[in-house]
């Protein structure tokens, strides 16, 4: 089974801050890295699939990069609703497996 | 517009069984993949289940396989979790969520709201 890290598990910074989430895989998954938006209450969001593209209504302040092992989740421009849970997730082969989430939180 | 209702959560003792349903719509349900994930109190996400478009080949996480089967009735536009011997590590909200394509393993583009699964004596 593929297991998913993600780093780090929380952070603080401020609207307007660039902000950078790093997720690795045990194995090479290629591109099929996903990553998902988690509010309380809310159900997920799809932000970014396939390592790099932008799912469609979600802003361009959001990009993803990598293959491989390794990706990012970046956000170049911190805007109040982005303040949520971030979960990578590999796509690559079954069980599928999520990282264990990246907390932003407002300083 | 892509619309999944989760229902049949509640509290059941452990070892009891439950069934939960995802009504979809929105979409041509049957050519499309989906799954179930689930969030226990305090931790992240879990992939639980998916089942493939048309084939409906069906997957499983080791946590769940052997006592969980996935399905889903075309018919209905709806997909199912049917949960047996239940344990207290299972207590979560439980999503279903669409895929992009017909493979279970697409990335999951849309999500109910969940249902709440305690489990408890």
């Known amino acids: 089974d593929i297991q998913m890290t993600q780093s780090p598990s929380s952070l603080s910074a401020s609207v307007g801050d660039r902000v950078t989430i790093t997720c690795g895989a045990s194995?090479?998954?290629?591109?099929?890295l996903n990553w998902y938006q988690k509010k309380p209450g809310k159900a997920p969001k799809l932000m970014i699939y396939g390592a790099s593209s932008l799912q469609s209504g979600v802003p361009s302040r959001f990009s993803g990069s990598g293959s491989g092992t390794d990706f990012t989740l970046t956000i170049s421009s911190l805007q109040p609703e982005d303040f949520a849970t971030y979960y990578c997730q590999q796509s690559y082969s079954t069980p599928l497996s999520f990282g264990g989430g990246t907390k932003v939180e407002i300083k | 517009e892509v619309q999944l209702l989760e229902s049949g959560g509640g509290l059941v003792q452990p070892g009891g069984s439950l069934r939960l349903s995802c009504a979809a719509s929105?979409?041509?349900?049957?050519?499309?993949?989906m799954s179930w994930a689930r969030q226990a109190p305090g931790k992240g996400l879990e992939w639980v289940s998916g089942?493939?478009?048309?084939?409906?080949?069906?997957y499983y996480a080791d946590s769940v396989k052997g006592r969980f089967t996935i399905s889903r009735d075309n018919s209905k536009n709806t997909l199912y979790l049917q949960m047996n011997s239940l344990r207290a590590e299972d207590t979560a909200v439980y999503y279903c969520?669409?895929?992009?394509?017909?493979?279970?393993?697409?990335?999951?583009?849309?999500w109910g709201q969940g249902t709440l699964v305690t489990v408890s004596s």
């Open positions: 969520a669409k895929t992009k394509q017909w493979l279970a393993t697409a990335p999951l583009d849309y």
């Open positions: 929105g979409f041509t349900f049957s050519i499309y993949g």
């Open positions: 194995q090479s998954i290629s591109s099929h």
């Open positions: 089942i493939s478009g048309s084939v409906g080949n069906t």
